[in-house]
């Protein structure tokens, strides 16, 4: 009895393992020869590259909107509006502050999160 308990207890773990052992492993499929078959040297498989924030003049889908996120770029000093009544804009509640996009939008912004709530455009 106990022998025979084993050899199902056996055959079982044979049944359980083999697809694991059938199947092929994931994007390993590249033959590597020398002839050009494998003609993503690069293996980004025609990926973008990442955004990285810069030159898009304040138009990068994701972030230039109510709810969007303000770019590290922009919180520097060159963007940042001091003077908002030159600017002829309302003052900033405390925690927030104006920031100029570079194609003339200004930006009301929570200086804690980066998070952009109000967008005044072209003033």
């Not at 003049?57 to 590290?72: A, K, S, T, V």
């Not at 919180?75 to 996009?101: F, I, K, N």
Request: with cysteine; hydrophobic share 30%; proline share 7%.
């Amino acid at each position: 009895m106990k022998k025979q308990l084993g050899i199902v207890a056996l055959c079982a773990a044979m049944l359980a393992s083999s697809p694991a052992l059938l199947a092929q492993p994931y994007d390993q499929d590249h033959d590597h020869d020398h002839y050009g078959h494998d003609r993503d040297h690069d293996h980004d498989h025609d990926r973008h590259p990442p955004y990285n924030g810069m030159h898009d003049r304040g138009r990068h889908e994701g972030w230039y909107r109510r709810g969007g996120r303000l770019p590290p770029e922009y919180r520097g000093p060159h963007y940042v509006v001091t003077d908002w009544r030159h600017a002829h804009l309302r003052e900033p509640p405390r925690g927030y502050e104006w920031v100029r996009s570079d194609n003339g939008d200004f930006l009301l912004v929570a200086v804690a999160t980066g998070i952009i709530t109000d967008i005044l455009l072209n003033q």
